[in-house]
């Protein structure tokens, strides 16, 4: 119980300013710092690769997250959805175009026209995520049709038989969660870190 003297204190502006003064440094203290490396601590105990943002590493080296896309380019890998963040995890962004947006249309028929070209297949067998830009810019997956319409393009280039390269895609195509949620997918990195790893080649890049 307060005494008179103490409530008296507190209700001078000197009292008050040293009231706030300590509650603002519990605050600051407890909440800003101690419970921030506490939560850091534990997260990094219980789930150590995700904290570090499930980075994949080969040999040593860091060739990439299991959270982020990356632009395969070269012809002996599987391509990723395509980007309008540049794949940056730093500006995670979509289009912002609406589907009746003329310059979206026009760069959807020219991708069309590109993977058509590229995977030697009619323009309407071309999936749509391969095409179309996801919403955060860094899907790290994509379909399995997405998947498979670039079977043959891999097979040839690295001279591999069609059936070894479609038993790997198999292989690294997940199931929707719980078997309900979502939809079967593809990660790209950990598929084409399995090409090279089947093939002897470098690590993907």
């Known amino acids: 119980m307060s005494t008179p003297s103490s409530s008296r204190s507190l209700s001078t502006p000197r009292g008050l300013l040293r009231a ?10 407890g909440f ?18 995700q904290s570090r943002g499930s980075l994949v590493e080969r040999e040593g080296r860091i060739v990439g997250s ?29 289009s912002n175009q609406a589907r009746s947006n003329p310059a979206l249309r026009a760069t959807i028929a020219a991708d069309i026209d590109a993977c058509a070209a590229r ?17 955060s810019g860094i899907d ?11 079977i043959a393009r891999i097979a040839r ?24 949620l979502g939809a079967p997918r593809v990660d790209v990195l950990a598929l084409n870190l399995a090409l090279d790893a089947q093939a002897g080649g470098r690590g993907a890049e």
């Not at 706030?20 to 203290?29: I, P, R, T």
């Not at 800003?32 to 690769?49: C, V």
């Not at 390269?165 to 969660?177: I, S, Y």
């Open 20 to 29: 706030a003064s300590g509650l603002a440094a519990v605050a600051l203290l």
């Open 32 to 49: 800003g710092l101690l419970y921030s490396l506490a939560a850091t601590a534990l997260g990094g105990a219980l789930f150590p690769a």
């Open 66 to 94: 299991a959270l982020v896309a990356q632009p395969f380019v070269d012809a002996r890998y599987f391509r990723s959805r395509p980007s309008a963040a540049g794949y940056d995890p730093m500006a995670l962004a979509g």
């Open 119 to 135: 995977e030697g297949i009619e323009a309407r067998d071309v999936p749509g995520d391969l095409v179309t830009r996801s919403g």
């Open 140 to 150: 790290p997956h994509i379909s399995p049709d997405a998947a498979r319409v670039q």
């Open 157 to 180: 280039t690295r001279g591999l038989a069609i059936a070894d390269v479609e038993r790997l895609v198999e292989a690294h195509t997940a199931a929707p969660q719980f078997g309900l």
